[in-house]
């Protein structure tokens, strides 16, 4: 009953993940609040390791998050976003693929932060299938352990200076009748098929299955990656 008979959503994020339990329910809140609505997380945790229920079963109560289990598997990324997409397209109206390190933000030139639905309702997204948002590394930031305080508050500064920031992550339309992925090849940026553009709606090239170079950091749409954090605009 996760996704209701004769309810759509506008945006529905989907994960895998391993050993993040310090960070589902922050990823889960800060995504909540942009706009989605339905959550669906990969448990790809080890057998007898931590498991995403320990930390967010309430979520996973109220609806809010359906978990896949996956203990253990050898299934990659690609994979699993072709099997949930063939089965959900028409639920969604987007598929936010991103992972647990990995926070979106979204602004016009003023600076103004947008949700989900203000930013995708743009017109000059109307003939993308998928658009590609660029990391932007946040390194360790000099703290060596671990604290309490959330990701965002530990990791404040940006590293521009690395080639890394020129990978992307993407965000694919729901409700399209094609191959998304393909298993084993990348889970950044969708299969060839798929009209792609970048976050400020210019139509893209398949000229590198990772990467939108130089990475768009004009105005910010990106995603922020704190270590191994990307923030993704």
């Known amino acids: 009953n996760f996704f209701k008979k004769n309810n759509n ?23 909540s609040k942009l706009g ?42 690609a994979e699993f976003y072709q099997i949930i997409y063939e089965k959900y397209r028409n639920k969604c109206s987007w598929f936010l693929l991103f992972d647990f390190d990995e926070f979106l933000e979204v602004h016009f ?26 990391w932007l590394q946040y390194g360790d930031n000099e703290l060596i352990y671990y604290d309490n305080r959330t990701l965002i508050e530990r990791f404040k500064e940006p590293y521009y ?22 298993p084993r090849k990348s889970s950044h940026v969708p299969d060839r098929g798929v009209n ?5 709606g210019r139509i893209r ?7 939108v170079y130089p990475p768009v950091f004009d105005f910010w749409h990106g995603i922020l990656s704190r270590p191994g954090i990307v923030r993704i605009s």
């Open 9 to 31: 959503y506008f945006a529905c994020f989907v994960a895998m993940g391993r050993q993040e339990n310090k960070y589902a329910r922050e990823i889960i809140d800060y995504y």
């Open 36 to 77: 989605v609505e339905k959550f669906i997380i990969a448990d790809n945790n080890l057998e007898n390791t931590e498991k995403f229920s320990d930390v967010i079963q309430d979520y996973i109560d109220s609806d809010l998050v359906k978990i896949i289990e996956l203990f253990g598997s050898a299934m990659g990324q």
């Open 109 to 134: 030139e003023n600076n103004q932060s947008l949700t989900l639905n203000e930013f995708l309702t743009n017109e000059i997204f109307d003939k993308c299938e998928a658009i590609l948002f660029n």
């Open 161 to 182: 200076q690395t080639r890394a920031n020129s990978f992307v992550k993407s965000i694919l339309r729901g409700g399209l009748n094609k191959t998304v992925f393909i």
């Open 196 to 200: 792609i553009c970048d976050s400020k």
């Open 205 to 211: 090239e398949y000229y590198n299955p990772f990467n």
